[in-house]
């Protein structure tokens, strides 16, 4: 019996979407009946795909969001795996696919960063005028980043852009630095390039398609240290981009290593060294119910 394989699919594109619902259902067409698991986010400003599939269905699917999207097959990020990363398949409108909060900075349509690409990455973030900036979450960083690279600490993207226009360019002689940025997939480059060059900062750059893209013909940089934090069901990825050695805890869902389970703290499904002290008895007892109840489903 052939062995069933899955393929990973990340994938964004900013454009206009008019008639939001309709163009939903369309996505729902392409995918009825299809074994696939994961999140599809859709606004009035474009898309961000999120998805495990059978691997036997990836070319069908590929081929209708094209005709749907027009997306250029370079944008997009698969990872062959053997099995789904995701517990469920959501189709959600929201307002924004990366929420700001700063829209009114941010001029997509006019205003982006100038993409590198991976091949070329290394050499961009080595020039010593170069000022490299990781733009994800504090705990993101923590497991992985580009050496030299500076961490916002930061917990959300709003956060992420007043660090921006309060302390980057603020940055002695920051109108004669370039400035390079990146992120998982790239997403958030977007429109945190705009939002800098609405501020009047010029030379901005931006990592096209991101740490996953750049590990993918990079595996043996020697600039990228650790792990890069994914939001699924593998936690993390190393170079080879396979699953990493780290784990979430889930009363705080913040990303743990294996020697964290042996703290006094740490009580499986209930809390770990990060949020023992501030989860409260009641919840700490919600958590242990749900563990148990997720225990007995897998005996049975």
């Keep these: 019996m ?4 899955y393929t990973v699919i990340s994938l964004y594109k900013f454009f206009e979407i008019k008639k939001i619902f309709n163009f939903k259902n ?11 698991k994961g999140i599809i986010l859709i606004a009035p400003e474009g898309i961000n795909i999120n998805i495990s599939l059978v691997s036997n269905k990836f070319a069908y699917v590929i081929k209708e969001l094209q005709i749907l999207i027009n997306f250029n097959i370079s944008e997009l990020k698969k990872i062959e795996n053997t099995g789904h990363i995701f517990r469920k398949f959501k189709i959600k409108i929201k307002k924004e696919i990366l929420t700001t909060r700063m829209s009114k900075k941010i001029n997509l349509n006019k205003l982006t960063g100038k993409y590198v690409e991976p091949e070329n990455w290394d050499l961009l973030i080595s020039d010593p005028n170069t000022i490299l900036v990781d733009m994800r979450n504090n705990y993101e960083v923590n497991i992985g980043t580009f050496n030299k690279a500076l ?11 007043k660090w921006l226009e309060k302390e980057l360019m603020n940055i002695k002689n920051i109108e004669k630095k370039n400035v390079a940025m990146f992120c998982t997939g790239g997403i958030r480059c977007e429109k945190a390039s705009s939002f800098l060059l609405n ?7 931006q990592l096209h398609g991101g740490i996953l893209k750049y590990l993918e013909g990079n595996r043996k940089s020697k600039l990228w240290k650790g792990e890069c934090f994914v939001f699924d069901n593998r ?51 919600k958590y242990r119910m749900r563990n148990n109840q997720i225990k007995i489903k897998r005996e049975n």
């Design 235 to 285: 936690v993390s990825l190393n170079k080879n981009l396979r699953k990493g050695s780290y784990f979430i805890c889930h009363a705080c869902r913040m990303p743990l290593k294996e020697i964290d389970k042996k703290r006094n703290e740490y009580v499986e499904g209930e809390a770990c060294h990060l949020c023992y002290d501030i989860k409260t008895e009641e919840q700490k007892k």
């Design 199 to 205: 501020l009047g900062k010029k030379n901005v750059y």
């Design 2 to 5: 052939k062995k069933v394989t």
């Design 26 to 36: 369309k996505l729902l067409k392409i995918f009825y009946n299809i074994d696939v």
């Design 151 to 161: 961490n916002p600490k930061c917990n959300d993207f709003t956060g992420l852009l």
